[in-house]
């Protein structure tokens, strides 16, 4: 965009705008560009972007199968990704993330010193400390995640809970962007969330909220990978879903249950239906509570949407408060179905942007 909108969208008068973009400038942050016209007799305008050479920004996301790492431009907007495997031992963690960043900056052409920053997803329970406290998904519990990284990257390292790194991701470039307050659930091999409020998420005492994976909706239910029964996830992650249609003949992982809600099996439309009214429960809960504009969802919930978004709304309409159920939105994402995860890189944009940080990690 052009200085004059820049100052229009910030506020800031053109001088102040003026003076930042030279700073920017001076650390080849932004470069000038004629942009396309800005509609005036179609006269091109000289705009302001971002440049390429100003830095790399990456995500690892410590996944359940592999390490993967994207690298994004400092626009935070993710251009590349490659996997490598899972170390079999958190003490490896740092030299596999290093390796790993190498590799990926060779494939892509460009250097590790262009790292501005990392950021870094866990699957579990992620103390405002950035260290795994707990994770029913993987076996390492209370795992120093920072000091593990300390001494073998050069960049600062911003680690948070992947669904925290969704919820913000949503909020930056994804369904949410205008919002500065939304609830975001998350599926995958968990169900995980995020509460956006007043533009900032909510972290609570130690940073472990957002787990909306584990509200009860059934009293003694399904035992939940978290070791109590009845939880959210338990009905409707994409294990959970495996297991409860393994009585359908050609189920046994995730994509086959789509494949065959999609060509109409009637068991397993029944079996989505259900996970519907348990989400609906939970969705309940949550409108009452925090009275939300939207709710996001995104993972495996936007993946099977369309079959269960029925069932869902009239679980809520029945079990939510008159009011705020007819007022909530659903916004269905569509980044977190993308190939390359946002999450990280988002982190790392987070970390590298804030003036004025909060919470730093210990380096
Ligand atoms: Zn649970």
């Known amino acids: 965009m052009s200085q004059r909108e820049l100052s229009e969208l910030t506020g800031c008068d053109k001088s102040t705008v003026s003076v930042i973009i030279k700073r920017f400038e001076g650390i080849g942050l932004v470069e000038r560009t004629m942009g396309a016209s800005s509609g005036r007799r179609g006269r091109p305008s000289e705009s302001l972007r971002i440049s390429e050479l100003s830095g790399l920004l ?23 990704s490659i996997d490598r495997p899972l170390p079999t031992t958190p003490s490896e963690l740092g030299d596999d993330v290093r390796n790993g960043l190498e590799a990926l900056c060779n494939e892509v052409g460009r250097s590790l010193s262009e790292i501005r920053a990392v950021g870094m997803t866990l699957p579990g329970l992620v103390g405002s400390a950035g260290g795994l406290a707990e994770s029913s998904n993987l076996s390492w519990d209370t795992v120093a995640v920072p000091d593990l990284l300390r001494t073998k990257i050069g960049a600062p390292v911003y680690v948070d809970n992947d669904s925290n790194a969704s919820t913000l991701a949503e909020h930056l470039f994804g369904v949410a962007a205008d919002l500065s307050d939304f609830i975001m659930l998350d599926g995958s091999r968990g169900i995980g969330g995020g509460v956006f409020i007043d533009g900032r998420l909510y972290r609570g005492r130690s940073g472990f909220s957002g787990e909306m994976g584990h509200i009860k909706v059934v009293k003694d239910g399904r035992m939940c990978g978290c070791g109590a029964p009845g939880c959210l996830s338990a009905y409707i992650c994409a294990p959970a879903l495996v297991a409860r249609s393994r009585r359908v003949p ?10 065959a809600a999609e060509a109409g099996n009637p068991d397993v439309r029944y079996l989505l239906e259900e996970a519907g009214q348990f989400l609906g429960v939970a969705m309940a809960t949550l409108i009452n509570v925090f009275d939300p504009p939207a709710i996001a969802l995104g993972g495996i919930i936007a993946q099977i949407w369309p079959y269960i978004e029925n069932s869902t709304r009239q679980t809520i309409q029945q079990n939510a408060m008159r009011t705020p159920a007819r007022e909530y939105e659903i916004r269905i994402s569509t980044i977190s179905n993308s190939q390359i995860p946002w999450g990280g890189v988002t982190l790392a944009l987070e970390g590298f942007s804030n003036l004025h940080p909060t919470d730093p990690l210990p380096w």
Do not use: Q, Y
């Open 58 to 80: 990456m995500g690892v996301h410590l996944e359940f199968e592999c390490l993967r790492f994207v690298a994004a431009n400092v626009d935070g907007r993710p251009f590349a």
């Open 250 to 259: 050609g189920i046994s992982k995730f994509s086959d249950i789509l494949a």
